[in-house]
Structure formats: C-alpha cells, structure tokens
C-alpha cells in the first residue's frame, strides 16, 4: 500500500471512530478536550529524538499525525474545515514561501532564507514581526523565538561578546534586587537574566528548550544513581551527612559521563 493509500486508510478508520458505530470515547472529543493529547504527543516526540531511536520516533510521529486527523476530523463534522483544506493551505504556503525552489528568486544561504521568511510572512499581513510565537508555547521556547525574529529583522547584538556581557550585566541587577530585598524587582531581574541567557545560547548556537531539557534528564540519572545506591546501603536521604551525598553525586557523574 503507498503513502496516499495508507493516510487514506488512517483517515477513513478516524471518521468510522467518530461514527455513532463507532467509539463512545472517541465520539465524546472535542478540540478543547483533546489539548492536553496534542501537548503529550508532541513531547513524545521530542523524547524520541532526544534519545535518538528511530523506532519510537516513527511510533510517536504516528500517535502526532493521528491528533492532527482527529482534529480535521472534528472540524468537519462541524462544517469548520476539512483536512483537505488543511492539506491544501499548508502546500500553498510552502510553495508561497519557498520562491526560490518553486520561483525564479535567488537564494544563496540558509540566513538569507530565515530573513526571506520573515519578510514573505509579513507581506501575508502579519500586524508584527513577532506575530506567530504563540503565547502558550514553554517560555524558553518562546523567548528564543521571539530573539530569532527580532534578530532576523535586525534587532540583534552584533557579537556574542555583547550577548555575554548583557547576561553579566542583568546578573549584577538581580543581586541589587535581592540586597534591596524587593521581591517584585527581584522576580522582574531573574527573568531579565532569564531571557539574557537565552540570548547567550542562541548566539552560541544552542537551543535553550532543548539544552535545559537535556539538563533535566542528566540531573534526573545522577539522582536516581544516587537513589539506588543509598537504597543498596539501607540509607535514607534524611539520615545521610550532606559530604556523603556530594561524594555519591560526584560517583553518579563520573558514572553517567
């Protein structure tokens, strides 16, 4: 069975789901009802690549497209829209959008792409040039966003150096903030320094959502390496000195490195 077949399949077993013969669960969904499957499923995915296995990637991008069918599904039993129509504006956007692969205009570089970009999306009649960084996404993910198309329209240090020392800076800020003891001040500096470090990455070029997600992960292995060998010796975080649990801490490191 080709692609085409497949996805055709996929689509019409979704609709038989959303029949009245079909299932009561999957019937009772409603695109708000369905946000929080939308949300895991598209993490899942980012799991899967952080962990680099091919197979739970295809899995979880499988588990993706199906909330995509679900919600064009829903939408056109509501005479909303229809994935059709979904597929078609995300074709034509693309073409729209890619006039030097479907057009006559000359790209020369992925940067000179990135500025293409945004200037195409602002003659589609964006009111901002930071329109589209949706408000809900996790907020490192959203400072990033908001830095690339500020900066892709040159609102932009022009060396790291000045990134770096903008971070150093509103670091300085949040301890007067803290020696003033102003706790709103002190919440407005942390997120400056917050955002500066975004900055930082960016300029490095590091992902600040995927850096920080990676860092999690590396933290929760040393600790539950930590766990288990404080477990294996009957002991309890509680009742163990803090020099015996930087000692253990260091052991997870060397171990996990």
Not at 34 to 61: F, G, H, I
Not at 115 to 137: C, F, M, T, Y
Not at 179 to 198: M, N, P, T, Y
């Amino acid at each position: 069975m080709d692609v085409a077949q497949q996805f055709a399949k996929l689509v019409e077993i979704m609709a038989r789901l959303r029949s009245p013969e079909g299932c009561p669960w999957d019937r009772a969904q409603t695109h708000q009802s369905l946000r929080p499957y939308l949300l895991e499923e598209t993490y899942e995915v980012l799991e899967a690549l952080d962990q680099q296995n091919d197979d739970e990637l295809r899995k979880e991008l499988g588990d993706l497209l199906l909330q995509v069918i679900f919600h064009a599904q829903i939408a056109g039993e509501a005479s909303s829209f229809t994935l059709s129509e979904v597929i078609a504006g995300i074709t034509e956007k693309l073409i729209r959008r890619h006039p030097h692969v479907f057009g006559e205009m000359k790209v020369n570089s992925a940067e000179e792409q990135r500025s293409l970009w945004e200037k195409l999306k602002k003659a589609e009649g964006k009111s901002s040039i930071i329109d589209g960084v949706p408000a809900a996404l996790p907020a490192l993910q959203r400072a990033q966003r908001l830095q690339q198309k500020a900066g892709a329209a040159g609102f932009d240090w022009e060396k790291v150096d000045q990134v770096i020392a903008k971070f150093n800076s509103e670091l300085v800020e949040l301890q007067q903030a803290r020696r003033d003891g102003d706790a709103g001040k002190l919440e407005d500096e942390f997120g400056d320094v917050l955002f500066s470090l975004v900055a930082v990455g960016r300029w490095l070029g590091l992902n600040a959502e995927d850096t920080l997600r990676q860092a999690c992960n590396k933290f929760s292995r040393r600790f539950r390496n930590v766990e288990n060998k404080l477990a294996a010796a009957g002991e309890h975080f509680d009742s163990v000195p803090l020099e015996k649990l930087e000692a253990l801490w260091e052991s997870a490191k060397e171990e996990n490195r």
